[in-house]
């Protein structure tokens, strides 16, 4: 496939319809001494929004524009994106614009073509809406350049109106230096371009492209690139912000149905299936493409509403029937039981009795919990009492038992079942909608017992919002406390309360006086 995509990208380049301003090469021959330390790839298709204020990202950054080669791919707009780009192209000639005459229709081609014309040896790819940190490409590329790695993440902030959050945080959540891919948990969970910065000698060196899918294409381009990684790197701050002011509703993904969707998911499992990694690798990547990409779906307003169910459950089945010939059991690696639950039922093709796990997850707002040998427990009420799941195991659960104030300090006792106890490391007290206001605090657990004391003076320092508590668990993971109480913290200038949300969670907030 790799070599066919190659040699499409060539010809379209190549192509009478296609028009280059600025191609580097010739700008290398004239310039050869000032060489480009780092490429920038942008597909850009009727984005005349949005388009200026990802360029003049990239123009900003606190690294050297003159050392950036920034290649943009216009997928023949209709808007004036064309116009906007040729601008920016009289103005920099290190910002090359390639005019494709046809349009292709997804992202895929013309980032393919931006690799054929790039020329330096590290690689990031920018969505046209999207936009850079200030400082994004100095921290990646020092980084990378410090400790030698084909491979560097950083953090993405989701940006909307009014709210900025952090994206995939268990990419991001803490400094990694210099680490083999195998030991980046979760590294196969985020595959789409943002706050990645890689070697291009292996994406060159292996013939590693993106393949014309309607959706889905990052995830296998990605696959590829990280299975040849040897070592990377993870950097703790904001880089890429992804927008989320613009709903860009015609862009061709938006408009697939979660159906079309599910089917190139399989495509990309096959696909991987048929490379004959080392199992061990094999297993991670295909855990987070069945677990995550299938079955987490099904718990969806999409699919509960969906007619086309059972058309979704033959989907799971058959990826499931795939690896029955390899040595292990895909379902047996998943993390969520009640996704485990879910594929048994699939497997012994009790589709019914699927549709009837996920419609009560899905709707039921006050779901029963039972503690059992200090084990949590769902009590699934559509099944009957003999049915092996009526009760689903919880990974983690935790219920508030008592809260009071002293010494100045609010102080919350819980209770926290379930097999990831151990891992419970931190209390975390959010923000939900802007990234840097919360509190980080330590967390004592003896047993099932658990508590945190914060100092309300610190509370009192946090900006007007309203916030999420939550006990941060096995690096990344978040789970809400379970609270039926409410408790109002002594200050003067502003309320301060911690209170029970409408899904029974621990809840803080801090409003203005009247």
């Not at 040998?373 to 699934?380: A, G, I, Q, R, S």
């Amino acid at each position: 496939m790799s070599k066919e995509l190659i040699k499409k990208a060539k010809d379209m380049l190549n192509s009478d319809q296609t028009e280059v301003k600025n191609p580097p090469s010739k700008k290398l021959k004239r310039l050869f001494k000032n060489k480009k330390k780092i490429s920038i790839i942008t597909a850009a298709y009727n984005v005349e929004d949005t388009i200026s204020t990802c360029v003049e990202s990239v123009i900003n950054q606190s690294y050297p524009f003159d050392q950036i080669e920034f290649i943009i791919v216009d997928d023949n707009s209709t808007d004036r994106t064309k116009n906007i780009l040729s601008s920016y192209a009289e103005k920099y000639d290190n910002i090359t614009v390639v005019f494709l005459g046809v349009n292709t229709g997804k992202a895929a081609m013309p980032r393919n073509i931006g690799l054929e014309v790039h020329t330096t040896d590290k690689v990031m790819f920018l969505d046209a809406d999207d936009w850079l940190h200030k400082d994004a490409l100095a921290k990646m590329i020092n980084k990378m350049d410090e400790n030698n790695d084909d491979f560097v993440i950083g953090q993405t902030i989701r940006a909307a109106k009014n709210e900025e959050r952090v994206h995939a945080e268990f990419m991001s959540y803490k400094e990694r230096n210099h680490i083999h891919p195998s030991k980046m948990p979760y590294l196969y969970y985020h595959m789409g371009p943002p706050s990645k910065l890689m070697r291009s000698s292996i994406i060159m060196k292996h013939s590693i492209r993106f393949p014309e899918f309607k959706f889905g294409e990052d995830k296998s381009f990605f696959i590829d690139v990280l299975n040849n990684c040897n070592y990377l790197s993870v950097i703790n701050e904001p880089i890429y912000y992804i927008n989320r002011y613009s709903t860009h509703q015609d862009t061709l993904t938006r408009t697939m149905s979660p159906l079309e969707k599910r089917l190139i998911d399989l495509e990309i499992i096959k696909n991987v299936f048929e490379k004959k990694l080392p199992i061990k690798k094999e297993k991670v990547i295909m855990k987070r493409l069945i677990e995550y990409d299938l079955l987490k779906t099904c718990d969806s307003y999409a699919f509960i509403r969906s007619e086309e169910k059972e058309a979704y459950i033959k989907i799971i089945k058959e990826a499931l029937t795939l690896l029955t010939s390899r040595k292990y059991d895909i379902i047996e690696e998943f993390d969520s039981p009640l996704l485990q639950a879910g594929a048994r039922l699939i497997e012994q093709d009790k589709y019914e009795q699927f549709i009837q796990l996920f419609t009560w997850y899905k709707l039921d707002q006050n779901k029963k919990i039972l503690i059992r040998n200090k084990k949590p427990f769902y009590v699934v009420p559509v099944f009957e009492k003999d049915n092996k799941y009526r009760y689903i195991e919880i990974s983690l659960y935790a219920r508030a038992i008592d809260s009071y104030v002293e010494n100045n300090h609010y102080t919350l006792e819980f209770e926290v079942f379930g097999r990831e106890k151990e891992s419970v490391y931190q209390v975390i007290i959010r923000d939900r909608k802007s990234v840097n206001n919360e509190i980080k605090l330590d967390v004592k657990i003896e047993g099932n017992n658990g508590k945190f004391s914060v100092d309300i003076n610190e509370l009192d320092k946090l900006d007007t919002s309203l916030f999420t508590v939550f006990l941060r668990y096995d690096g990344h993971k978040l789970i809400n406390i379970k609270r039926q109480l409410e408790n109002k913290l002594p200050n003067e200038k502003r309320n301060l309360i911690f209170y029970t949300t409408k899904a029974n969670n621990l809840g803080f907030a801090i409003r203005e006086k009247n």
